[in-house]
């Protein structure tokens, strides 16, 4: 018995298109991970990128369990002394829910070249619409 070794030219993608509405940020966001790095797939390899294409819509519609919309900040580092900037999750819901959703998918992939390139996979938008419609997306209830 051999060990199946994915081949990058090898690799089909897909496209899936996932509406966000009413969703909990955490279990949305596993899901998206799973598809982007291909673990769905029998032909799964750790160090290949196998995973398919996601398009995320309504973005601004999903929600956070318990009193996360308050509790819950996001940190992020200009670089220089004191440069610590917060943000609430209510905050970042309203200004960048796109940002909100990749944060959560981005602590899920490898942290490596890998998992840059896996994210960049991932199409989100706050509205109901993408520009994706040539791709013909399949529709995944999640």
């Known amino acids: 018995m051999k060990t199946y070794n994915a081949k990058k030219d090898e690799i089909t993608r897909n496209w899936y298109l996932i509406n966000a509405e009413g969703k909990v940020v955490g279990r949305l966001a596993v899901e998206i991970a799973k598809r982007l790095r291909g673990k769905h797939k029998p ?10 294409f996601v398009i995320v819509v309504n973005a601004k519609k999903v929600a956070l369990s318990g009193a996360k919309m308050e509790k819950k900040i996001y940190y992020r580092h200009s670089g220089y002394p004191g440069g610590l900037k917060q943000t609430a999750a209510k ?5 960048k829910p796109e940002e909100l959703l990749r944060h959560a998918v981005k602590g899920m992939l490898p942290k490596n070249t890998l998992g840059r390139q896996m994210l960049k996979k991932l199409k989100i938008y706050s ?16």
Do not use: F, N
């Not at 905050?91 to 200004?95: D, F, N, R």
């Not at 509205?127 to 999640?142: F, I, Y």
């Open 91 to 95: 905050k970042m819901l309203g200004e």
């Open 127 to 142: 509205g109901g619409t993408h520009p994706h419609s040539a791709q013909v997306p399949k529709v995944l209830e999640v």
């Open 43 to 52: 032909v799964y390899t750790p160090h290949v990128d196998t995973g398919d």
